[in-house]
């Protein structure tokens, strides 16, 4: 079955960049969404269409899709960004999440 | 404003029945595709279900057969049926807006509704 995989955590310094990738092997031909939960929160979404933000979603939130691999970067990391982020995308009528990725900013 | 609120979970034995409920505001539900994703304590978000503008619904395959997605127009609210409960169904159920319609990407959610299968 199709699936979608992340790294299951990535790490970053405050004021650097993290990079949290996505892959599957049709995501080259539909869009990939990201959403950020943290703890005891419902998720919020920070990227549709590969590369479009929501409007109160920071500048520093950037998405990419190539190939079979789409990619959320947060540049300038900070303490708040730390939380887990999903990638998502659809297969036909199916709606498929990945795994996640927690994000520590440390 | 958009807003969706969940309401009707709680605690349910294997094998009953629970129906969820997501009241919407700021919007009409019958021009969305909305979407209900649950996510099991500890894991990921899940999804399970989402109705079309026009009527038309979909399930994934761990719930197709024992959960009915459906909506009241004249409430602006959408529901999920959901029988023949079993442990593994234990999670938080949000409620979604998909503004994306079959881009599927959602910008609003619910607050979560916990339903716990247990005896």
């Known amino acids: 079955s199709y699936e979608l995989t992340q790294p299951p955590s990535v790490s970053v310094s405050p004021g650097q960049t993290a990079s949290i990738t996505c892959s599957g092997e049709k995501l080259g031909d539909t869009y990939a969404s990201w959403y950020q939960q943290k703890p005891g929160q419902s998720p919020v979404l920070v990227i549709y269409?590969?590369?479009e933000r929501p409007s109160g979603i920071p500048e520093r939130f950037s998405g990419s899709n190539s190939g079979n691999t789409a990619t959320l970067t947060i540049s300038v990391a900070q303490a708040m960004d730390e939380a887990d982020y999903y990638c998502q995308t659809w297969n036909d009528t199916t709606v498929l999440f990945g795994r996640g990725t927690q994000l520590t900013v440390l | 404003e958009v807003h969706l609120v969940e309401s009707g979970g709680g605690l349910v034995q294997p094998g009953g029945s629970l129906r969820l409920s997501c009241a919407a505001s700021g919007f009409t539900v019958s021009s969305n595709y909305m979407t209900w994703v649950r996510q099991a304590p500890g894991k990921g978000l899940e999804w399970v279900s989402t109705i079309y503008g026009g009527g038309d619904t979909y399930y994934a395959d761990s719930v197709k057969g024992r959960f009915t997605i459906s909506r009241d127009n004249s409430k602006n609210t959408v529901y999920l049926q959901m029988d023949s409960l079993r442990v593994e169904d234990t999670a938080v159920y949000y409620c979604?807006?998909?503004?994306?319609?079959?881009?599927?990407?959602?910008?609003?959610w619910g607050q979560g509704a916990l339903v716990t299968v247990s005896s």
């Open positions: 979604a807006r998909d503004s994306g319609g079959r881009y599927y990407y959602f910008d609003n």
């Open positions: 269409q590969d590369t």
